[in-house]
């Protein structure tokens, strides 16, 4: 019996106690799986703080004089509604109200999706060169400096032509608003007190302009453009008053005008959405460049207000005036006898 049992107790015991290779098996296969885990928790932990550090590249830039939230928005409206929205009428002219109507907010939902694929390239290459903030300009360079390497030998080329196509745009921009306060200011003197000739108002605004052109920090220039918006905004509340009385039906409008005529329309819609020059200088001296973006970020609340007023002053302008639109702005169909209209 006792042979019995010590056999049996040996067979117990064979079944109750694990081999030696099996529990050394079992205790690295722990080890192992705990240091993967480790592992994985160290790349986690790597990848919160490298989105950490490209956030604190965004917002720790050193800026002297950063523009607030409303700063930015001031900035981007006076740099997207210009002399074009007095020309609106006359393209809803050349394209009919319903072609007008629909191929206006089409072009503004396209003009700001391309703001916002600008700010976002921009944002990446400064991801992966670790710079706070890049210029028009540099996005291109850096862009092909970066990119295949083809392309890579004609990153100074395409800076230098980047900086020569904003600089023939802005030029242009800059001398018909010249030109179009010169000969409003012309108009309003001549008629209250003396005629002189245009000229001479072109050599009294340079002087401000060339100040203005000194100041370099968009912080200081942003009583400059609300004095500018406030203005602008009160020439658009006249225009709209003399507007909006006494419309004719909506059918005296040609819902579409002709395909010869489309092609002015394009032109002078594009020509008024003209601000993404100035996308870049705004989002880079933000004080919360997070805020730029997004669905409810200063780019689209703007680019929302700039775009309900070139189609309401496009319609309106059109279903008042008809076909008289054809002259390059709204304001010389005002009244000429009424004082707010010479204002």
């Known amino acids: 019996m006792d042979k019995h049992k010590k056999s049996y107790g040996s067979i117990y015991e064979s079944y109750d106690t694990k081999p030696p290779s099996i529990t050394k098996m079992s205790s690295k296969t722990k080890s192992e799986e705990k240091q993967r885990l480790l592992e994985t928790e160290h790349q986690v932990v790597d990848l919160e703080h490298m989105v950490a550090s490209d956030e604190d590249l965004l917002c720790n830039r050193n800026i002297e004089h950063p523009t607030s939230n409303f700063d930015t928005m001031v900035h ?5 509604i210009g002399t074009g929205i007095l020309a609106m009428p006359d ?3 050349n394209a009919g109200w319903v072609i007008g109507l629909f191929g206006t907010m089409i072009l503004g939902v396209i ?3 391309c703001m916002h694929i600008l700010v976002e390239c921009s944002r990446e290459l400064c991801r992966r060169t670790q710079t706070p903030a890049l210029s028009f300009s540099e996005v291109v360079e850096v862009s092909f400096r970066t990119g295949p390497e083809f392309l890579q030998k004609y990153s100074k080329f395409a800076k230098c032509l980047i900086n020569t196509f904003l600089f023939i745009t802005q030029l242009g921009f800059c001398c018909v608003y010249f030109v179009f ?9 001549k008629h209250y007190f003396v005629d002189i000739p245009v000229y001479w108002y072109f050599a009294i605004l340079l002087v401000p302009l060339i100040l203005l052109n000194w100041i370099k920090s968009l912080k200081y220039l942003t009583p400059a453009s ?3 918006s406030v203005i602008m905004s009160s020439g658009l509340i006249i225009t709209f008053f003399y507007m909006l009385q006494g419309l004719p039906p909506v059918s005296s409008m040609n819902a579409f005008s002709s395909w010869g005529q489309l092609p ?4 002078t819609a594009v ?3 003209e601000g993404i020059g100035v996308i870049l200088p705004l989002e880079n001296n933000m004080k919360n460049p997070q805020d730029f973006g997004g669905w409810n970020g200063v780019l689209n609340r703007g680019m929302i207000i700039v775009g309900i007023l070139y189609i309401a002053v496009g319609f309106f302008g059109y279903l008042k005036y008809g076909d008289r639109a054809v002259l390059g702005s709204v304001t010389l169909l005002l009244p000429p006898d009424e004082v707010y209209a010479l204002k």
């Open 91 to 93: 393209a809803f002219r």
């Open 76 to 80: 981007l409206l006076k740099g997207n």
């Open 111 to 113: 003009c700001t999706h």
């Open 181 to 189: 306060v010169a000969a409003n200011l012309q108009e309003v003197i």
């Open 226 to 228: 609300l004095f500018a």
């Open 271 to 273: 020509y008024a959405f």
């Open 264 to 267: 002015l329309y394009f032109g």
